[in-house]
């Protein structure tokens, strides 16, 4: 009875170090490297965008210190997860380096936008200069000051100035008959009711 027993408790001793060393084996295995996205945009049937020198097509990951080179034709979106977003126009060479709260690069040839990031983006421009740009803001490799890109956004321009208007209108009307009517009995002769019966 009693070997029985110490055969149970030593087999369960060597399930639970199995379980242990295998188990810290995939936490110690897993990479910790930051990763992204890119998804090319433009004309890629006649041009290719490169990372790192080989051809890359959308949805492939990218990691920091790549270098992504954007043709004529095409340009590139990359995906930078909690960093944020950057647009790569045509003809454009920026050698990346980000992680979970920061971007930044060398931009050697053409521009840059950052579409949305969680701080400031440091650009790094062919004169050497770096250029902190926010987002909605454009690079250039040339140029060692930011521009800011323009959207164009027409609709409801006045319209806040209508709902005011109504609005107002409708509380003025309230208002005046409330105070011309000074009973305020809307419903006509009210009806009283006793508590005590």
Known sequence: MKSKLWIRHALTMCLMVAMI????MVALASDSKTAGEIVITGNTDTSFVTVNGEVAKSGRTIFSSSTITTPDGAGAVLNLGKAGRIELAPKTTFALNFDDNSINGSLSQGSLTVLSSTRS?????ASG???????????????????QTTTTNNAGTGSWGWYALIIGGAVGVIIWTAADHGDNNFGGSA??????R
């Open 21 to 24: 060393a295998t188990y810290s």
């Open 121 to 125: 983006v440091g650009v790094t421009t």
């Open 129 to 147: 200069e770096v250029v902190k740009i926010n987002a909605g803001e454009t690079a250039s490799a040339t140029s060692a000051v930011p521009s």
């Open 191 to 196: 009806t009283q009711v006793s508590p005590v």
